[in-house]
């Protein structure tokens, strides 16, 4: 049991995913965020941009094209992944009853997003936690087009990647000391995150009730 909080601490640590795991688990965690429901959980945000600062300080000895390459393939072909899921499994998972990796919430918070931003929710959804990972799914569900899926998947995982691991490359290439802050970078992102996943969960309860004071 120990073992398996360990283990989960380890996933949820940015910093240590990227001083141990290097290249090979950064990508892979990316790709499991984006693709897999039961991923909505991992570090996104922040793992990218530290990952951007660790190379710029050369704590990870990883060019930049190669680091920027495969994040973004995990990021797009993640998407696909879940893009699939959703397109051919879409019924079951109407249907699945919510567990500990799995809220029918989740749905409806993503299908709003949806609806107030178009398709373009793609593209917005990379830089909103839990969102980002339904959001695949969701178009498949509902069987968007699959050309006009990867334009936005290949688009918003461009965008995402650019200014997040771009953005931290530069930090850490000419500001190096910002390693030794990194737990302010990790609270920072997280304090976003919480910001923004309770304003969507406001908002959403605060519609409901409208609708409901409506009917």
Sequence with gaps: MDQLITFFQTLLNSEEIIRTGGLVLITAIVF????????????????????GVFAGTKLLNVPLWLLLSCIFGAAVIGSLIGYLT????????????????????????????????????????RFLPIVRTFAPLLA???????????LYN?????????????????FGERFPWIVDYVQYIILFFLAVTTFTVVKGYLNARKENQNKTRDA
Excluded: C
């Design 32 to 51: 499991v965020e984006n693709g897999f429901f039961f991923g909505f959980f991992l570090p996104g945000d922040y793992l990218l941009f530290l990952s």
């Design 86 to 125: 959703g397109y051919y499994f879409g019924g079951k998972i109407k249907n699945r009853p919510d567990s500990l990796f799995f809220k029918q919430k989740y749905i409806e918070n993503t299908r709003e997003a949806f609806v107030k931003y178009g398709n373009s929710a793609l593209i917005i959804s």
């Design 140 to 150: 498949g569900l509902i069987h968007m087009p699959a050309r006009f899926f990867m």
């Design 154 to 170: 290949i688009i918003g995982g461009g965008i995402w990647v650019l200014t997040l691991v771009g953005g931290g490359f530069f």
